[in-house]
């Protein structure tokens, strides 16, 4: 292991010093074994934050695609917004039910492609498999598992 060079100079409170030296004694450790892992640990504390805020930025994402990729053929005109919307309903709607899976909705989104994260690269199944739930979940108003025709198109048109 190489040897420490650096130093760090820390002014606390008499009593706050006996506390901790008196805490590091108990767990058989040294004052600077403790302070060295705690400082490890800082930096291990904010990677583990900064990837926890790059997946709800991609779960965000994601559903903004998902969104636009349900709204892509809208248009202004009002007629032709509702038609696309009811096409690519009933494009997702494979057993054509009147009413999405959650299934029908996993087959028919592809967040890979839509961030294009590059071939060869993809999503953990566990985060694809969140991230899909919760973009499901959100256009599914009624809780009911499904997704009907007027959940889609508020979803799609707003």
Known sequence: ???????????????TKQAFMARCRAAGRSASEEL??????????RAAQKRARDRKRLALRISLVVGALAAATAVAEPALARASVSANFAAIDA??????????FARSAKPEVALDIGPGVALSPDL???????????IDA?????INLAEFRRYATR
Request: charged share 35%; glycine share 10%; aromatic share 10%.
């Open 95 to 104: 057993n054509h039910d009147g009413q999405i899976s959650f299934a029908e």
């Open 36 to 45: 060295r892992g705690f400082i490890a640990g800082y930096g291990e504390e």
């Open 142 to 146: 009624d809780r009911n598992g499904e």
């Open 1 to 15: 292991m190489p040897k420490k060079t650096e130093t760090l100079e820390l002014r606390l409170p008499y009593d």
């Open 128 to 138: 694809q498999a969140r991230v899909l739930r919760e973009s499901f979940d959100r």
